[in-house]
């Protein structure tokens, strides 16, 4: 059974840094592109970075260019996200996200999330 | 960018009746060279992380009820709820993944029972 799950989310002060971690199990890993996905509480969805399956060609939404990284360790079935330079308006719940067979971008299976707090 | 807008935010329908949201992109998500519009549609029920329910406007994805069904080409969009349920209680989001990132999604439809 395809399963996503997050860790690493909790509470951080503004300018700080945290690293997110997605498990994957129950498909091909190195084969997807994936990404993450926020949700501040009673907001909607914003995109925040993808990656590729094989060649790790990473994209941002401008939002967090600069200050989060996303990687990957296909050898571990693991997305991470780096995150720094952390701002209120980061907070939200982050979710990982498996693309599709056909588009990487639509988001095919998605984690239950972990939640970011940024904050003094 | 992409701009994904949705009407209305909030829709109250009874059980067993038909709902309908829209979806209106600021640009074409019609692909020339294949004739796809690259649309998605999920759903988010309380709780839960959101679930792909429709892709290429109107493909439902596998395990989908065929109560769902998404139609649409180029800027305007419908995602139609045949014969409501009380577990289609949800916020409904499009998305478009037209080429190049940012890859956005619309505000969101609350979906209620009347």
């Known amino acids: 059974e395809l399963q996503l799950l997050e860790s690493g989310g909790g509470l951080v002060q503004p300018g700080g840094s945290l690293r997110l971690s997605c498990a994957a199990s129950?498909?091909?890993?190195?084969?997807?592109?994936m990404s993450w996905v926020r949700q501040a509480q009673g907001k909607g969805l914003e995109w925040v970075s993808s990656?590729?399956?094989?060649?790790?060609?990473?994209f941002y939404a401008d939002s967090v260019r600069g200050r989060f990284t996303i990687s990957r360790d296909n050898s571990k079935n693991t997305l991470y996200l780096q995150m720094s330079s952390l701002r209120a308006e980061d907070t939200a719940v982050y979710y990982c996200?498996?693309?599709?067979?056909?588009?990487?971008?639509?988001?095919?299976?998605w984690g239950q999330g972990t939640p970011v707090t940024v904050s003094s | 960018d992409i701009v994904m807008t949705q009407s209305p935010d909030s829709l109250a329908v009874s059980l067993g009746e038909r709902a309908s949201i829209n979806c209106k992109s600021s640009?074409?998500?019609?692909?020339?060279?294949?004739?796809?519009?690259?649309l998605a549609w999920y759903q988010q029920r309380p709780g839960q992380p959101p679930k792909l329910l429709i892709y290429?406007?109107?493909t439902r994805e596998s395990g989908v009820p065929d109560r769902f069904s998404g139609s649409g080409s180029g800027t305007d969009f419908t995602l139609t709820i045949n014969s409501l349920q009380a577990e289609d209680v949800a916020v409904y989001y499009c998305?478009?993944?037209?080429?190049?990132?940012?890859?956005?999604f619309g505000p969101g439809t609350k979906v209620h029972i009347k």
């Open positions: 640009q074409s998500l019609l692909y020339s060279s294949n004739n796809k519009n690259y």
């Open positions: 990656i590729s399956g094989r060649s790790g060609s990473t």
């Open positions: 129950g498909f091909t890993f190195s084969s997807y592109a």
């Open positions: 998305q478009q993944y037209y080429k190049t990132p940012p890859f956005t």
């Open positions: 996200a498996k693309g599709s067979d056909i588009v990487p971008t639509i988001f095919h299976r």
């Open positions: 290429w406007a109107s």
